[in-house]
C-alpha cells in the first residue's frame, strides 16, 4: 500500500511498500513492457515457423530447391528469435532470486550481444557466398526464387511490424533525450526479422532485373551490399549491449540529475559515483558523498525520488570533521 511522506525539504512523497530506495526491497528490474514483448516475439516465432513448413512442404511437393532452401533458412531465424524468447521467459522466471544480485534485466542485454554476434556471422556467410557466386556463377530459375523472395519479404515485414519499438516510449517527457530504455533483446529479434527482409528486398531488385536484362550477377552484388547492412546492424548492437553488460555510464542525463539534486542540498562534495543500467529502463548508483551538514542517507536519497529511470540508490554519507 502506498503511504504518503515529506522530505526533507518539505516536499511531499508517496512511498511504496516494495521502495527499491528503501531497504529491505526486491531487485526486480524488468521493463515496463517485458510481457508484452514476449507475447511479441513468441507471435513472431509461431508465424515465421508456419511459413518455414508450408515453404518445406511447398518445396517437396514441387521439387524446388529454391523454396526447400529458404524454408530452411527461416528454420535458422525461429531459432534466433528462440533465443530472445528463452531470455524473456528465463528473466521472468528468476526474476526474485536472491542469488542475481541486481535481478534479471541483464539477461536480454546478454541475449542481444549473443544475437548481435550471431547476425555477424550471418553477414559473414552472405558475403562469402556472394563472392563465390561472382566466381562461379550459377544457373538461377528466376520465377520460383522471386516467388520465393516475396514470400519472405512478406512474412519478415509483417515480423517487423510487430517486433517494432516506439521511439516516442522511450523519451522523457521533461527534455525529450533518449533514457537508453531500449530492450535489447527485443531489438535483436527485430534486426534479425529486418536483416531478413532487407534480403529478400535486395534479392528481389536483384532477380528482376537478371531476368528482364539478363544481369544475373546483380544477385551476388547484391548479397555483398546486405551483407555489409547487416555488418553495421550488428555493430550497433554489440556496442550498446555490450556497454550494459560492462557497466559503462551511458545516461549522461541521469547522472546529472542526481549531481544536480545532491549539490543543491548545501555543502556536499561527491566523492565517490558509480551510474549502471541493470534492465531496460532501469538504473542503479552507489553514492558516497562528504557533507557539513546533518542530513542522512534517507535524506538524499529522497532529494533523487521522481528521477525517470532510476530505480536503485545506494548512499554513504560521511559528515566533516567539526560538523
Not at 555477424?120 to 522471386?146: G, H
Not at 553514492?287 to 532529494?303: A, E, M
Request: charged letters at 20%.
Amino acid at each position: 500500500m502506498d503511504r504518503p511522506e515529506r522530505d526533507v525539504t518539505g516536499k511531499s512523497i508517496v512511498m511504496t511498500d516494495q521502495d527499491c530506495f528503501s531497504c529491505p526491497h526486491e531487485h526486480d528490474f524488468l521493463a515496463d513492457r517485458h510481457r508484452v514483448n514476449e507475447r511479441r516475439t513468441q507471435f513472431v516465432i509461431a508465424l515465421t515457423a508456419a511459413a518455414m513448413i508450408v515453404e518445406i512442404l511447398a518445396g517437396i511437393a514441387y521439387g524446388s530447391m529454391a523454396l526447400l532452401a529458404d524454408g530452411w533458412h527461416m528454420a535458422s531465424h525461429v531459432c534466433a528469435l528462440g533465443l530472445t524468447a528463452l531470455a524473456y521467459y528465463l528473466a521472468r522466471k528468476y526474476r526474485r532470486n536472491p542469488k542475481f544480485t541486481f535481478g534479471t534485466g541483464k539477461i536480454g542485454d546478454l541475449a542481444g550481444y549473443s544475437s548481435a554476434l550471431l547476425l555477424a556471422v550471418i553477414a559473414v556467410l552472405m558475403a562469402y557466398e556472394s563472392v563465390q557466386r561472382l566466381l562461379d556463377p550459377v544457373t538461377i530459375r528466376f520465377n520460383e526464387a522471386i516467388l520465393v523472395a516475396v514470400v519472405g519479404l512478406v512474412v519478415n515485414l509483417l515480423s517487423a511490424l510487430i517486433l517494432k519499438e516506439h521511439p516516442d516510449s522511450h523519451r522523457h517527457p521533461d527534455h525529450g533525450a533518449h533514457h537508453h530504455h531500449l530492450d535489447h533483446n527485443l531489438r535483436a529479434a527485430y534486426l534479425h526479422v529486418l536483416a531478413d527482409s532487407l534480403t529478400s528486398l535486395l534479392a528481389i531488385v536483384a532477380l528482376v532485373g537478371g531476368k528482364i536484362w539478363g544481369w544475373a550477377v546483380l544477385d551476388p552484388i547484391m548479397g555483398i551490399v546486405g551483407a555489409a547492412v547487416i555488418t553495421r546492424w550488428s555493430w550497433t548492437l554489440l556496442r550498446d549491449s555490450g556497454r550494459v553488460l560492462l557497466d559503462q555510464t551511458t545516461d549522461r542525463w541521469i547522472a546529472d540529475q542526481i549531481r544536480e539534486r545532491l549539490t543543491s542540498a548545501g555543502d556536499v562534495t561527491i566523492e565517490d559515483f558509480h551510474l549502471w543500467r541493470v534492465g531496460a529502463g532501469h538504473f542503479s548508483a552507489i553514492i558516497s558523498l562528504t557533507s557539513s551538514g546533518k542530513w542522512g542517507p534517507r535524506d538524499y536519497k529522497n532529494l533523487l525520488r521522481g528521477i525517470s529511470g532510476l530505480s536503485h540508490v545506494t548512499i554513504e554519507v560521511n559528515h566533516r570533521a567539526g560538523s
